[in-house]
C-alpha cells in the first residue's frame, strides 16, 4: 500500500494530538505538527524519498527520530509510539480536538468528568445539558460545541481539494499505465476545482474495459469494491475517499468528459439547449434522431449547441451560458500570468524561512516581487512584530534588496485589526511601508452590524492597502464570521484597496462568489499564498483555481501587474 505525504502527516497530528491531552511538552507537540505541516506541504511524495534513500532530515523541521518515524510510518503505515497511545486512550478522543474551543485541557475533562470519548457521546452529552456543569465550560461553551457540531455533520465526508489532489493524482498515475487505455481524466468537481470534493470521478478511455477494471480494482490503497460492472465501478479507499470509474471508448471522451465534469445544474442546461435543437446529449455523444453529430471532443459538444467551449470552473449555472453565448467568456487567470506574491511570513514571526530563503525561492518560482508581510504585535503566539523590530525587518530587507538581483522584495505587515477597527500599530510606521495588510484574527463572534463596522473602519484608516482572507473562515473548521462583503467589496472600490484571495488550502479566501462580486463591482484582487516556509509559494495552484472559479481574468488580478504599476496602486493605498 503506498503511504502518501497526507497519511504520513495524520499519523503525526494525531501523536501531537494525544500528547496534548497527556499533557506532553509543548515542544514535543509542536515538532510534531511542524513535521506534519512540512510534509503536507511537500510537494513530492515523501514514500519516494524513503525508496530512493535520501536524506529525510534535509526537509524543514525533520530531525533524527522523526525522519525515523517517517519512514516507519512508509514502511507499516503506522507507528508503534501512536499504537502505544491508543493502548491507553481511545482513538476517537482526538476528534473531540476537532471541534473548534475544544482544546487538550478541555478534552480532557470531558473524558475524565464525563467519560466522553468520541463525538456523537459529546453531543448526546451537550444536548441533555450534562457539559455545561463541568468548570470551565458554562452554558455558553456548550451552545458552542453544539453548533460546531451542527456544522460538522452537514460538511461530513468531504475532502480538502488540496488533500484529494493528493490521491488523484496517484490514482490517475497509476491508472495511466492500465494495458490499453488511451486517456485517463479527472472529472467531477475535482475538475471544477471545487474547495471540497464529495467523491473523486475519473473517466478512462480504451477500447476494451476489461483490463482497466481489473487493474482498478487492484488498486493497493482500495479498501472495499462497492460497485463493479462492466464500464464502471466504484471504491472506498483506506482514506475513505469514494472513487467512481467509468470507462468509455475512445470517440466518446468529449462527451463522456462533459457528462462527468457536470455540474449536474450546467449540464441541464446544456441539454435543454440541444433538446431547443432537436439534439440529444450523452455520456456517449450529441445525436440526432439515431446520427452521431459530435462527442470527441469537450469543443465539439459545446459546438453542436453553438457554444465556445466552457472552461470547468465556470460550470455551475452561476452566467456562463449567457456570457458563451454573448461571446463574453471571461479569459481565465493562469498561473503564469502571477508575476508576484503580496502576502509571506517569515522566520521573525510564524514563518520558516528567512527573507533571503523566501526571497531566492520566489524568484526561483519565476516571481518578479514579494512583499513580506509578517504578523504584528498582537499575534503573541506568532511573535507579531512590534514598531522596533518592524524597522529593523526594513532595514534588512532595503540592505537585501541591494544585494537580489530579478526579484524584489516589498516592505509590508500583516497587521491585526483590533476589536475596534483600529490597526495594531500607529500610522507612522504603517506609513513607511510599502503595502499594509489587514486581517481579522481575533472577535469572530461579533454581530454582522459590529462586524462589518469594524472592518469598514479598519480599510478606512490612512494606509490600508489589502484585506487578508476576507471572510475569515477555515475550510470544515471555522464558519465565515458575520460581515456584510458587499459593502466590504464597495469600501474597497471606494478606498481603491485590494481584495485577498488566500491560496492556502484550507482558506481559499475569497470565495468563488465572492471573487465574482467584487470583480463586477470593480474590485482588483491579490492572489496570495501567504505562504510560511518556501514550500507553500506551491500553494498558488489552489488560489488560481479558487479565482478562476470567481470568473477572474489577468486584468482582475493586482499581482500579474509589474512591479512598477504594483508599485503605483500600493502607494496610492498608502496615502489616503
Ligand atoms: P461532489 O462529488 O459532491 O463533489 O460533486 P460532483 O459534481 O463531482 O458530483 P458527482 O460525483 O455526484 O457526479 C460527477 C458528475 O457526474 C456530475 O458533476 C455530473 C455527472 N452526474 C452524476 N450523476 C448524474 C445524473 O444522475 N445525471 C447526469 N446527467 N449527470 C450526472
Ligand atoms: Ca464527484
Ligand atoms: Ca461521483
Known sequence: MAVHNADVAAVFEEIA???????????????????????????????????????LTSLPGIGKDLAGKIKEIVETGTAAVLEEYHKKIPATVTELLQIPGLGPKRVKALSRELHIHSVPELQKAAQEGRVRALPGFGEKTEQHILDALTVRVRKDRRFKLAVAAQYAEAL??????????????AAGSYRRGRETIGDLDIL??????????????????????LAQGETKASVRLKSQLQVDLRVVPDDC???????????????????QLAQQRGLKISEYGVFRGE???????????????????????????????EAAKAGRLPHLVEQQDLLGDLHAHTKATDGRHSLKEMAEAARHRGLKYLAITDHSRRLTMAKGLDPQRLLMQMDEIDRLNATL???RLLKGIEVDILEDGNLDLPDDVLGRLDLVIGAVHSYFRLSKAQQTERILKAMDHPHF??????????????????????RVIRKARERGCFLEVNAHPERLDLTDTYCQMAKEEGVLLAINTDAHSTLDLENIRF???????GWLEKADVVNSRPLQEVRTLLKRTMQA
Not at 29 to 47: G, I, K, N, Q
Not at 177 to 185: E, L, Y
Not at 543 to 549: L, S, Y
Open 172 to 185: 490517475v498515475a497509476y491508472l495511466r499505465q492500465s494495458p490499453g487505455a488511451s486517456r485517463v481524466m
Open 405 to 407: 538581483s530579478g526579484i
Open 204 to 225: 478512462v478511455t480504451a477500447r476494451q474495459s476489461g483490463s482497466v477494471m481489473e487493474r482498478f480494482v487492484a488498486y493497493p490503497e482500495v479498501e472495499e469494491v
Open 253 to 271: 471522451y468529449g462527451a463522456a468528459l462533459q457528462y462527468f465534469t457536470g455540474s449536474k445544474d450546467h449540464s441541464v442546461v446544456l441539454r
Open 291 to 321: 446520427l452521431r453529430v459530435a462527442g470527441e471532443t469537450e469543443e465539439s459538444v459545446y459546438a453542436a449547441v453553438g457554444l465556445p467551449w466552457i472552461p470547468p470552473e465556470l460550470r455551475e449555472n452561476r452566467g456562463e451560458f
Open 543 to 549: 488560489g488560481i483555481g479558487q479565482a478562476r472559479r
Open 17 to 55: 494530538d494525544l500528547l496534548e491531552i497527556e499533557g506532553a511538552n509543548p515542544f514535543r507537540v509542536r515538532a510534531y505538527r511542524f513535521a506534519a505541516r512540512t510534509l503536507r506541504d511537500l510537494s513530492r511524495e515523501v514514500a519516494d524519498m524513503v525508496e530512493k534513500g535520501e536524506d
Open 465 to 486: 492597502s489589502i484585506l487578508a482572507h476576507p471572510s475569515g473562515r477555515l475550510i470544515d473548521q471555522r464558519e465565515p464570521y458575520e460581515v456584510d462583503m458587499l
